[in-house]
């Protein structure tokens, strides 16, 4: 606001004060909001990257194991196994949102498909392809915790970053702009009182002058 804009009264000032205090509030609590964002987002890439860690171990070993299916059975036989199964699965999420720091959080559940015979005979196949099946299903279930964490993370991020800008302005521009305000206008009233008061004064030993 440039000096000719400025409204040099009393409930200008007034009122500048109040927007400026309600201004310092809102900056302290988005602070507050900011620290518990930050807090949330540590605590959930935390927990995101472990279990990423997790994810990668786990196929490690299921590529492991599935090497040493391919020894006992044959490669042939395990693929068409898997070709039948892959037919059999139906795997559906469940989609949910709890509200945490004051953001709704996916919470993403995997729902377990019916249970069906294996399209395999236990007589002339190894255990391995047993332990296999099961771990898969497990790798699927880390999959699905990871990509939940994953979008939790990018919402936190993203309310993270509009709260930042927010406290930027606020503290870069907004308050600055009104302390300056507020500035310009005491500056003019002081000066108005220091004038009136001078013309008080000069009228009345203007009045004492007449009088004697």
């Not at 440039?2 to 201004?23: A, D, I, M």
């Not at 509030?25 to 990423?52: A, C, D, M, P, W």
């Not at 606020?170 to 003019?188: G, Q, S, T």
């Amino acid at each position: 606001m440039s000096f000719q804009k400025v409204k040099p009264t009393k409930p200008e000032l007034t009122r500048l004060k109040k927007k400026r205090n309600f201004s310092q509030r809102g900056e302290s609590l988005l602070e507050i909001k900011r620290e518990q964002l930050h807090n949330l987002l540590q605590n959930t890439s935390s927990s995101f990257f472990r279990v990423r860690n997790q994810m990668r171990e786990t196929l490690l070993a299921n590529m492991e194991l599935l090497k040493e299916t391919y020894q006992f059975i044959g490669k042939e036989k395990v693929e068409r196994i898997s070709l039948y199964n892959l037919s059999k699965l139906d795997p559906k999420i469940e989609l949910t949102y709890i509200h945490r720091g004051g953001i709704d959080l996916p919470e993403i559940k995997l729902k377990e498909t019916h249970e069906y015979l294996p399209s395999y005979s236990f007589y002339d196949t190894a255990l391995h392809i047993d332990i296999l099946i099961k771990n898969l299903h497990e790798s699927l279930k880390i999959l699905v915790k990871l990509g939940e964490l994953d979008k939790r993370m990018y919402r936190i991020s993203e309310n993270y970053k509009k709260i930042n800008r927010r406290i930027d302005a606020l503290e870069d521009l907004v308050i600055p702009k009104l302390n300056n305000d507020i500035r310009v206008i005491e500056d003019i009233l002081s000066d108005g009182e220091r004038e009136e008061f001078i013309r008080l004064k000069k009228i009345k030993e203007f009045l004492e002058i007449e009088e004697s």
